[in-house]
């Protein structure tokens, strides 16, 4: 006999709808999955065949086929466990019902209970675009898919529900559409708890507000670390769009915390700087996301920049300028969005006090032109704010004036990045960071003072064309901030104030 039951196939973030499909015919004993199965889905024949019989239910005797179709695209992983065993149950006879408006994943252990898998929101949203509605999950995936409107989930915790519910005799509630979360305030740093730093607190909030890139040069305890792990409690607060984005990649990178299924807060990732190429940018056979995709639509911290390998720092220029990551393998090509924030800190040279006003760098010139030359020029001119964070005195550590909070200030950058979702509605902008050089000539309106200004800074400068459209960026975003619609010659000066560090450090 023969049976077709539906599925779903992940391939990066991607998934497209697959048919499984079984027949069981008589000859010599044999159970055998094609379709360009790996090695995880190959194994569900024994996982299936354990499941069946310790639920009681009868295993075929005979010739038994699984295709799963199309047959030239790569099946990975555990998800297809579930349809698997129904089809087979199909096919034997064991199993009558209609099926072919749902969707089946989940891992089967050797007991019959059903485990999670990752990539349940990608699956839902490409059941939906399919027409199907009811998909079968497993019970700790199913807030996650319930996310998204117009699917009936259920969740299964064991074989023997899903089947309970597909006679009849013991039908599954629906799991109710999961509302997110709010924003987890509690769990944020404060910036009130930084003493002094007004230019990096304002640096920061420029940043937040326009989605720029920043880099904060300083020495040791001057406070950068501190400064930048306070940054998520003034980032926007993310649109429905952004977190589906984000969720889906989090899911499939299997890294998504099922007490909390759907991302509603900015990413900040920060890795060690040991981390490899592959773990920055993605890798694998098939491609995994890397730190940068994980930080997708959030931040991205590299706590001493210049400790990090050289063509880790390489590989980041691309997904910087293009917002994405693409990596070939013999498996395919995958693309993982990359639209982050670069958050990156460092010291002026490998003992930390080269320019300090009261300690003596120990350093050689070499030494610290050696160390400084670690962060190329082209990856400094994709940096939009450069930020000098100098060593605290004691009458600012000793004060008892209150600094200002975290949500005052995000209260400010949620105003402007508004301003910035509502004047590129349309355009697949979503902040001033990702203008297009078409878009830069059309919202970047500079009054006659600003424009003569940058003219003449420009040209003193020695400026590149990369650093010209950065500067104009942040200025969009620092008026933005002031509520101006027009560009003025304080806006630019403020941009340009936060590009000059390089001449002080790298042209000396």
């Known amino acids: 006999m023969f049976s077709r039951l539906q599925s779903v196939g992940l391939f990066g973030i991607d998934s497209y709808m697959i048919e499984v499909e079984a027949d069981v015919s008589t000859g010599l004993p044999a159970f055998d999955i094609v379709g360009l199965p790996d090695t995880a889905v190959k194994e569900s ?17 005979g010739k038994i086929t699984v295709n799963l179709a199309p047959a030239d695209l790569k099946k990975e992983g555990s998800i297809y466990d579930l349809p698997v065993l129904l089809a087979i149950l199909k096919a034997s006879g064991q199993l009558t019902a209609d099926l072919s408006d749902c969707v089946f994943i989940g891992e089967v252990a ?52 899903v089947i309970g519910h597909i006679k009849g005799e013991a039908p599954l509630t629906p799991v109710q559409k999961t509302e997110p979360a709010a924003f987890p305030q509690e769990e944020t740093l404060d910036f009130c708890d930084v003493k002094g730093q007004y230019a990096a607190k304002t640096a920061l909030e420029i940043a937040a507000a326009g989605g720029h890139n920043i880099l904060l040069i300083g020495p040791p305890g001057a406070g950068k670390s501190m400064l930048a792990k306070r940054l998520p409690g003034i980032l926007p607060e993310m649109t429905f769009e952004e977190s589906i984005e984000t969720t889906k990649i989090h899911s499939i ?28 940018a993605g890798g694998g056979a098939v491609p ?52 982050i924030m670069l958050v990156a800190a460092m010291n002026p040279c490998p003992c930390g006090f080269y320019g300090h006003p009261t300690k003596e760098c120990t350093c050689t010139t070499t030494a610290v032109k050696k160390y400084l030359n670690r962060v190329s020029g082209p990856m400094l001119d994709r940096i939009d704010l450069h930020v000098e964070v100098p060593p605290v005195n ?35 902008v979503s902040c001033n960071a990702r203008l297009t050089p078409a878009l830069l000539k059309q919202f970047c309106v500079l009054e006659d003072s600003a424009s003569e200004y940058l003219k003449k800074a420009f040209d003193r400068l020695g400026m590149s064309a990369r650093a010209y459209d950065r500067i104009l960026k942040v200025a969009r975003t620092v008026a933005d901030l002031d509520g101006s619609e027009i560009i003025k010659k304080e806006h630019i000066f403020s941009s340009i104030s936060f590009r000059t560090l390089d001449r002080k450090y790298w042209m000396e």
Request: with cysteine; glycine share 8%; net charge positive.
């Open 45 to 61: 024949r024994d996982r299936v065949r354990a499941a069946l019989k310790n639920c009681g239910f009868r295993f075929p005797t």
């Open 394 to 428: 004691y009458e600012e550590l000793h004060s008892d004036k209150p600094a200002e909070h975290s949500a005052d200030i995000r209260k400010r950058v949620n105003k402007a990045r508004q301003i910035q979702i509502e004047r590129y509605r349309g355009t697949g």
């Open 110 to 161: 050797l007991d019959g209970k059903v485990r999670a898998v990752g990539g349940v929101l990608a699956i839902a949203i490409t059941a939906l675009k399919n027409g199907v509605k009811n998909i079968f999950v497993p019970a700790q995936n199913a807030p996650e898919a319930a996310v998204i409107e117009g699917v009936t989930v259920y969740g299964v915790a064991d074989v023997r529900q």
């Open 288 to 339: 995994r996301p890397g730190e940068i995709s994980l930080a997708h639509n959030g931040v991205l911290f590299l706590d001493e920049l210049p400790e990090f390998r050289r063509d880790v720092m390489e590989a980041l220029r691309q997904p910087l300028e293009d917002g994405r990551v693409t990596i070939s393998r013999v498996a395919g090509s995958l693309t993982y969005p990359s639209q």
């Open 253 to 280: 990178a299997g890294v998504l915390d099922r007490q909390h299924p759907f991302v509603t807060a900015r990413p900040f990732r920060s890795p060690h700087h040991t981390v490899s190429v592959a773990g920055i």
